[in-house]
């Protein structure tokens, strides 16, 4: 079974950058497609960013696009998330999850999920 643990998180004012570590254990991250998901309060979790193990073929949603990029280090089963020019809007709990699919999947297709990392924008 995989583990996920999220890292990476915190506090940036607007305009700020943060790379998101997702580090993997149980498992190799490059058998699994990738997915960031974040979750503000009182919202639905939504998906930010995936790539399919098939064919490294990345999905972003649009809010995120230009600003957000996910990457992965294999020798160091480690996915990132990397986020710059963070606005307010981006502040929520990030995810990061795995799929045995070989495409990015919706959200009840991930088969392990992180604890989450915290990263709250300031104006």
């Known amino acids: 079974e995989v583990q996920l643990v999220e890292s990476g998180g915190g506090l940036v004012q607007a305009g700020g950058s943060l790379r998101l570590s997702c580090a993997a254990s149980?498992?190799?991250?490059?058998?699994?497609?990738i997915g960031w998901w974040r979750q503000a309060p009182g919202k639905e979790r939504e998906g930010v960013y995936c790539i399919s193990r098939r064919d490294g073929a990345t999905h972003y949603a649009d809010s995120v696009k230009g600003r957000f990029t996910i990457s992965s280090d294999n020798a160091k089963n480690t996915a990132y998330l990397q986020m710059n020019s963070l606005q307010p809007v981006d502040t929520a709990v990030y995810y990061c999850?795995?799929?045995?699919?070989?495409?990015?999947?919706?959200?009840?297709?991930?088969?392990?999920w992180g604890q989450g990392t915290q990263v709250t924008v300031s104006s």
């Open positions: 999850a795995a799929t045995r699919s070989p495409y990015c999947s919706n959200y009840g297709g991930y088969d392990y």
């Open positions: 149980g498992g190799r991250l490059d058998d699994y497609s």
